[in-house]
C-alpha cells in the first residue's frame, strides 16, 4: 500500500520544527506503524537524509516507550499503544500526520522524541510503599479481597506513556497519578501513608507544570491500557480528605 | 511569652494548607464543582419562583415571592453566599483556563480528532455567553428591584414593588426573549457537562450512584433551562 | 588462570546462611563513604540500587531509556516462581533447587541453583509488601499457577503483566532511594566502557544520548544489570533497545564471557510477517496448557485460518503428543521449538511455511468460549492485534523465537566477575540457569541476585578493599577510555558506507538463526564463522551513520551496539563449536540419539565454558569450570 507521511521534524530542542511530507511506497497491511517508519527511515538514510527521531522499545505495548501522534489520536485511531498499531488500520493512499506529544510538561527533544522526565519526578513523590528490602511479613498474612485486587490491579496496568496528557486538551496527567494513588488506596499496603501520597504526588503533578482536569475524559477514551477515570475521581476524594485531615500543617501538596 | 504579632504570623502558617488547596489543579476543581453545585440548587429554586409569573393572577404570586426573597433575612444572607458563589465560579473559571492553557504548551496540534463530547471541551465558552446574559439579566431585573424606580402595588396590608410589570415589559421585546431563550441553551448545555461533572470532582464516582447522578443531571440540564425559557415565550405570545 | 567459583563448602542447604556469616560487613557510618554503579534498571538492577541505597551506600544508576521503568523485564508475562507451598501440593525449597538444575539440562552450579530457590520465598515477601497486585483467590491469599510443565503450583502471576508488575515495584523501592538522594539517577544514558586501574573495577565511561557528552563516573564497585544479548539474533522477544555492550566491553576489558551459545528459544511466538519485521513478539506458554499443537502430515502450503479448521482429524499430526505421549504439548521449550523447527523444515510449516498451528478447537468444545476467554482473552486479543486473524475462528499459528539468553558474564558465588569490584547480576549473568531457563524463573533470578545476594557480597568486598581505595576520574585511565570511547563515535560517523546500521544487523541475525540457532551443526558453525568475521570487515568499511556524534542520534547508537553483537556472534559460534554436546537450548546435530532426541556428554562437557578476550581479531582463550554434582544425580532428561 501506498501512504502519504506528514511528519514534525524539529532539530533539536530549541530550533524551530516544521512539517515534512515523506511518501512511503512500500508499505505492507501487516506491518506495525512503527516499522513502517523504519522502512522510510532506512530509505531517508540511503537518500542522506537524518532518520526521523522516536521513542520505542519493547514494541509490545508494554514498556510505554512509544509515543506519537496520529492524525489526531496519541497512539492513533485504535486504543492500543503505536508499535501495536498495524497499517492496516489505514487506507491505502490516505496521509497520516504524525506529530509529538504537546504539552508544556513534555518538551520536544528532536522530531518526534519527547522528554517525559516529569512522569518519573511525580513517581519520586510517593508513588512507592515505603518498605526496606527484607523483614517484611510473610505475603499471605494479610487477605486482600479478590475484588480489590482486581481493581488495584487495573489501575497498576498504567504503562506511563503519557497518552493521557496528550490526548487532554488540558495537558492534564490525573489519570497517570490517580492511577498510581488509586493502586495504593486499594492495598492494604498502602494505607499507612495514604495522606502524604496523595498530597505529595499532587503537589508534584502541579509543580511539573499539567493542567486541571476539567472531565472530558479523552484520556479514557485514549488510554491504551484502558485505566478508568473512576480512579480520577477516587484521587480526589484521597486529596480532598488528605488536605483537610492530615496533621501536617506546613504545606502538604498542591499550590504554586 | 508569645506576642499577638507571633500568633499572628502563626495563624497565617496555619491557613496556607488551606490556600494550597484551593490553589492546586485538584481544589481549584473542586471550588468550581462546590459553587457549581450551589448555583444549582439556586436555579431550581430561582425556577420556582418564576413559574410564579405564569400564574393568572395578574403578577401578585410573583411580586408576594419577589418581595419575600429580598426582605426575609435568612434568603438574604443565602444571597449574599449565592453572589460570592457566582463570583468564585467565574473567577476560579478564569484561572483555571488560564491555567490549562498555559499547561498545553505554545505548540499546538496540527489535527485534532477527539471522541469528547463538545460541551465537556467548551464549558469556557458556554460560561462566557451565560456571564453575557447574565450581566444584561442583573441590569435589567436584580438592578431595576435593588436600584431601579419601580411602582408599587399593595396587596392586602402589604406594598411590595411590581417586579411583575417589569418583566412582562421585557419580555414583550422580541430581541430580549430571543436572547434569554439562546442562554438557557447555553446553560443547558453548561448544565449537560456540569452536573455530572461536579460530582466526579468532588469524588463521587461509584458504579451504583453514577447511572442516578447521570440521569438526573440530564433531565435537569434540559427541563430546567427548558422552563426558565418557556416563560418569557409564553409571555411575549400572550 | 584458576577459576574459582568460590562456592562454600557444607552441606547443601547450609551454604548461604553460612557465607552470609562469613562475609564482612561495612560499619553503619562508613558505607555513604562508598559509591557504586548500577548499570541497567531491569528487575536485577533497580532492586540492587533501591536495596543498595537502603543500606546506605551512595549509587549512581544509569539506563538508556527514558525512565528506568521502562527496562525489559517489564515486558515478562507468565509469572514467578517461589518454594512457598502455599498450595501444599508438595513443593519445598529443595523441589524448586531441583527443578531448576534439571531443567538446566545439569550446566548450572549447584550452590546458586540452591541458593536461588531459597531466596525466592522471600521475595514474593517482599513484592507483596511494596503493594504488587498479584493475583488473588477469592478467600484473599494468593494465586498460584502450575507454569512451564512443572508438576507443582508454586507460580505467582499478576494476570500476564508480572514482569510489569514486580519491575514497577522495584522502581517504586528505586523511586523512594532517589527521593531520598541516597541513588543519582541518569536515563537515556548509555555505558560505552568499564575502567579498570590495578585491576580493580574503577568505574564506567558513559554516553549521554541527548547530548553524546562522554563522561566518566568513578566507584568503588561496578554493578552490570544490562540484561541478555538474544538481539544478536536480530529478530527476537527482546525490546529493540536490549544490546550487549554493557557486558561485552566489559569481556574486552578481562571479564570472561561464561557459556555465550546458551541461548533459549521459546515455542510460543507469533510468526515472522516479512522482511520489515523488527521484533517477534511472545504469548506466554500457558497456552499450551490448554492448545493442541499440528501440523498437516502432507504440507498443505499456505495453509491458515478457517481452512485449517476443514482439514480431517486423520490429515492432522499432533507430533508432540505423538512423540511425547507423556508430556504432550506440554514438553520443555527446548524440545517444543526444536519439533516445531524439524517438521517446518519437512515442508509441513503452515501460513508462510514457518509457523506450526496452536488449535484451541477441542478446548473450546470441552470448556466453552467463555471459559477460554476469561483465560486467554488478552493473548487472544494481542494475536488478533498484530496478525489480522480471529484466533476464535480458526487455529493461531505459532513459530519459535530468541528469547531469553542463559549465557552472560561469568561469576563466582558472589555474583563478582574475575574482574574484582566488577559484578553481573541478572540476565546479565550466566549463573543460575545452566543450559535452559524454566518458566517464571528469570524474573526470580533478577530479583534475587538484587534484593537478597548483592547487598551482603558487594558489602564484603567493600570491606575488604576499605572507602579509601578509590580511582578519581582525573586518572589517566579514565582520560584514556573516554577518548577511545570519543575515537569510536567518530570512527562511525566517519565511514560513511552505503549500508544502514538495521541491514547488517539483520544479515547477522539470520547467520546466527541460521547457523546457531535451534540447531548447530559443525559444518554450519565454521560457515557462520566465516560469515560474520565478513560482516564485521564490511559493517566496518561500508556502514553508513548519518548525523553527529554530539546530539540525539538513534543511528549512532544502533550502530555502536550493533558493532559488539557482531563481535559476540563470532565468540557464541565459538562457544557452539567447542561444545559437542546436545545440553539444554544447545542442540548439536552430532550429537543425538538414536530417535533424534538430545544426547549430552556428561564425561566430556559438565563444565562452564568462560571465554577470556585475548585482543582485536584474536581466538579467545576458553577456561573451563568444572560442575561438580553432589546432591543431585545426572540424568538424561525425557519427556516420552
Not at chain 3, 552450579?109 to 498479584?134: K, T
Not at chain 3, 519437512?346 to 471459559?371: M, N, P, Q, W, Y
Request: include cysteine; glycine fraction near 10%; proline fraction near 3%.
Amino acid at each position: 500500500m501506498k501512504i502519504k507521511l506528514k511528519v514534525w521534524r524539529q532539530k533539536g530542542p530549541n530550533a524551530k520544527g516544521e512539517f515534512k511530507t515523506y511518501n512511503v511506497d512500500h508499505a505492507s497491511p501487516d506491518m506495525s506503524f512503527l516499522e513502517m517508519i523504519d522502512v522510510l527511515n532506512g530509505e531517508l538514510i540511503r537518500k542522506g537524509e537524518e532518520a526521523i527521531a522516536f521513542d520505542h522499545d519493547c514494541r509490545e505495548g508494554i514498556c510505554g516507550m512509544c509515543s506519537l501522534y496520529i492524525n489526531g489520536h496519541p497512539h492513533g485511531p485504535l486504543q492500543t499503544t503505536t508499535c501495536q498499531l498495524h497499517m492496516r488500520t489505514f487506507k491505502d493512499g490516505e496521509t497520516i500526520t504524525v506529530e509529538p506529544w504537546r504539552a508544556q510538561a513534555f518538551p520536544v527533544i528532536k522530531d518526534l522524541v519527547v522528554d517525559r522526565s516529569a512522569f518519573d519526578r511525580i513517581q519520586q513523590a510517593g508513588g512507592y510503599v515505603n518498605v526496606n528490602t527484607g523483614g517484611v511479613p510473610d505475603a499471605n498474612e494479610i487477605p486482600i479481597p479478590k475484588k480489590i485486587a482486581d481493581e488495584a490491579f487495573d489501575a497498576a496496568t498504567c504503562i506511563g506513556c503519557g497518552a493521557c496528557v496528550a490526548a487532554c486538551k488540558n495537558a492534564s496527567a490525573m489519570l497517570f497519578v490517580s492511577a498510581k494513588i488509586s493502586q495504593f488506596a486499594l492495598l492494604p499496603q498502602g494505607q499507612v501513608e495514604r495522606k502524604e501520597r496523595a498530597e505529595k504526588m499532587v503537589a508534584q503533578m502541579d509543580a511539573e507544570g499539567f493542567g486541571s482536569c476539567t472531565n472530558t475524559y479523552a484520556c479514557e477514551a485514549e488510554c491504551p491500557k484502558g485505566i478508568k477515570v473512576a480512579n480520577i475521581a477516587r484521587m480526589n476524594r484521597e486529596y480532598l480528605g488528605a488536605m483537610l485531615t492530615s496533621y501536617e500543617v506546613g504545606s502538604g501538596g498542591g499550590g504554586e | 511569652m508569645r506576642s499577638i504579632f507571633d500568633s499572628h504570623q502563626n495563624l497565617l502558617l496555619n491557613m496556607k494548607w488551606l490556600i494550597d488547596l484551593f490553589s492546586s489543579s485538584l481544589g481549584r476543581k473542586v471550588v468550581m464543582a462546590l459553587t457549581g453545585l450551589f448555583i444549582i440548587l439556586f436555579l431550581t429554586v430561582h425556577l420556582i419562583g418564576n413559574l410564579q409569573l405564569l400564574k393568572d393572577d395578574g403578577g401578585e404570586a410573583f411580586n408576594v415571592y419577589a418581595y419575600f426573597m429580598t426582605h426575609n433575612p435568612l434568603i438574604k444572607t443565602i444571597s449574599y453566599v449565592n453572589y460570592a458563589f457566582f463570583v468564585f465560579h467565574i473567577v476560579w473559571a478564569i484561572m483555571l483556563t488560564r491555567k490549562n492553557r498555559s499547561a498545553r504548551g505554545a505548540e499546538g496540534y496540527a489535527i485534532t480528532n477527539t471522541s469528547t463530547i463538545w460541551s465537556a471541551r467548551n464549558m469556557g465558552i458556554l460560561g462566557t455567553v451565560i456571564l453575557v446574559f447574565l450581566v444584561i439579566h442583573m441590569r435589567q431585573f436584580w438592578g431595576e428591584m435593588h436600584f431601579g424606580t419601580v411602582p408599587f402595588k399593595t396587596y392586602g396590608a402589604q406594598e411590595v414593588k411590581d417586579l411583575y410589570t417589569i418583566c412582562a415589559d421585557a419580555f414583550k421585546n422580541w430581541w430580549y426573549v430571543a436572547l434569554y431563550s439562546i442562554s438557557m441553551v447555553a446553560i443547558a448545555f453548561h448544565l449537560w457537562h456540569g452536573f455530572a461533572s461536579a460530582f466526579q470532582t468532588l469524588g463521587i464516582n461509584h458504579s451504583k450512584y453514577n447511572p442516578v447522578i447521570n440521569f438526573v443531571g440530564k433531565v435537569f440540564s434540559i427541563v430546567v433551562p427548558a422552563l426558565f425559557a418557556l416563560i418569557p415565550i409564553v409571555m411575549f405570545t400572550l | 588462570m584458576n577459576l574459582d567459583s568460590k562456592i562454600p563448602e557444607g552441606p547443601l542447604a547450609e551454604k548461604w546462611t553460612k557465607h552470609k556469616f562469613n562475609l564482612k560487613l561495612v560499619n553503619p557510618a562508613n558505607k555513604r563513604k562508598y559509591e557504586v554503579i548500577v548499570v541497567g534498571t531491569g528487575l536485577a538492577g533497580a532492586s540492587a540500587a533501591a536495596s543498595l541505597g537502603e543500606l546506605g551506600y551512595n549509587v549512581k544508576a544509569f539506563c538508556f531509556q527514558d525512565s528506568p521503568r521502562r527496562a525489559h523485564s517489564i515486558a515478562a508475562q507468565g509469572g514467578i516462581n517461589a518454594a512457598k507451598n502455599y498450595q501444599n501440593d508438595g513443593d519445598s525449597i529443595y523441589r524448586l533447587f531441583y527443578d531448576t538444575i534439571k531443567g538446566g539440562d545439569y550446566r548450572a552450579r549447584e550452590g546458586n541453583v540452591y541458593r536461588l530457590a531459597e531466596s525466592s520465598v522471600s521475595i514474593i515477601d517482599q513484592c507483596v509488601a511494596q503493594g504488587v497486585p498479584f493475583a488473588r483467590e477469592y478467600g484473599g491469599l494468593l494465586a498460584n499457577r502450575s507454569f512451564g510443565g512443572a508438576q507443582v503450583s508454586r507460580t505467582f502471576y499478576a494476570r500476564g503483566q508480572t514482569g510489569q508488575q514486580l519491575l514497577l515495584g522495584a522502581y517504586g523501592a528505586l523511586n523512594r532511594q532517589i527521593a531520598n538522594g541516597k541513588v543519582k539517577m541518569y536515563s537515556r544514558t548509555e555505558m560505552l566502557d568499564v575502567v579498570i586501574v590495578d585491576g580493580k573495577a574503577r568505574g564506567i565511561i558513559t554516553r549521554d544520548l541527548l547530548t553524546g557528552k562522554i563522561e566518566s563516573h568513578s566507584a568503588h564497585a561496578v554493578l552490570l544489570c544490562t540484561g541478555g544479548y538474544g538481539n544478536v539474533f536480530y529478530l527476537s522477544t527482546n525490546a529493540k533497545g536490549s544490546n550487549v555492550t554493557a557486558a561485552w566491553r566489559a569481556h574486552k576489558r578481562g571479564a570472561f564471557f561464561g557459556n555465550p551459545c546458551f541461548t533459549q528459544i521459546h515455542p510460543t511466538c507469533i510468526p515472522v510477517s516479512g522482511d520489515h519485521q523488527s521484533k517477534l513478539t511472545l504469548m506466554s506458554e500457558s497456552l499450551r496448557n490448554d492448545g493442541r499443537v499440528w501440523v498437516p502430515k502432507k504440507p498443505m502450503p499456505g495453509l491458515k485460518g478457517a481452512d485449517a479448521m476443514k482439514v480431517p482429524e486423520a490429515d492432522r499430526d499432533y507430533f508432540l503428543e505423538r512423540k511425547y505421549p507423556s508430556f504432550g504439548n506440554l514438553v520443555p521449550r527446548d524440545v517444543a521449538s526444536r519439533n516445531a523447527k524439524i517438521v517446518c523444515d519437512e515442508g509441513r510449516g503452515v501460513g508462510s511455511g514457518l509457523a506450526v498451528f496452536l488449535d484451541f478447537t477441542d478446548a473450546i468444545k470441552r470448556d466453552g468460549e467463555a471459559t477460554i476467554r476469561a483465560k486467554y482473552g488478552n493473548l487472544f486479543d494481542m494475536y488478533a492485534q498484530i496478525t489480522g486473524d480471529n484466533p476464535y475462528k480458526g487455529p493461531m499459528m505459532i513459530y519459535p523465537a530468541v528469547h531469553y539468553t542463559m549465557g552472560g558474564l561469568w561469576v563466582d558465588y558472589n555474583l563478582m566477575t574475575n574482574v574484582p569490584g566488577l559484578y553481573a547480576l541478572g540476565e546479565a549473568n550466566f549463573s543460575d540457569h545452566g543450559a535452559n531457563r524454566l518458566g517464571a524463573s528469570a524474573l526470580m533470578q533478577g530479583l534475587a541476585d538484587g534484593y537478597f545476594v548483592i547487598p551482603y557480597t558487594v558489602g564484603d568486598y567493600l570491606a575488604n578493599i576499605g572507602w579509601a581505595d578509590k580511582v578519581s576520574t582525573d586518572h589517566p585511565a579514565f582520560k584514556e577510555a573516554i577518548q577511545q570511547s570519543i575515537d569510536r563515535m567518530n570512527k562511525l560517523i566517519n565511514i560513511k558506507g552505503k549500508k544502514t546500521v538495521d541491514e547488517f544487523h539483520r544479515q547477522l541475525g539470520l547467520t546466527m538463526w541460521e547457523y546457531c540457532g535451534m540447531s548447530r551443526s559443525e559444518q554450519g558453525l565454521k560457515k557462520a564463522k566465516q560469515i560474520i568475521q565478513d560482516i564485521k570487515k564490511e559493517f566496518w568499511t561500508n556502514v553508513n551513520v548519518l548525523g553527529t556524534a554530539n546530539e540525539l542520534n538513534q543511528e549512532l547508537e544502533k550502530a555502536n551496539r550493533v558493532a559488539d553483537f557482531i563481535e559476540l556472534g563470532e565468540l557464541m559460534v565459538d562457544d557452539a563449536l567447542d561444545r559437542k554436546e546436545s545440553c539444554g537450548g544447545h542442540f548439536r546435530e552430532e550429537s543425538q540419539t538414536p530417535e533424534g532426541e538430545a544426547l549430552r556428554k556428561d564425561d566430556e562437557y559438565a563444565y562452564v565454558a568462560a571465554w577470556e578476550y585475548k585482543g582485536e581479531n584474536q581466538p579467545e582463550q576458553l577456561h573451563k569450570e568444572e560442575l561438580k554434582f553432589e546432591n543431585v544425580k545426572l540424568t538424561q532428561r525425557s519427556y516420552k
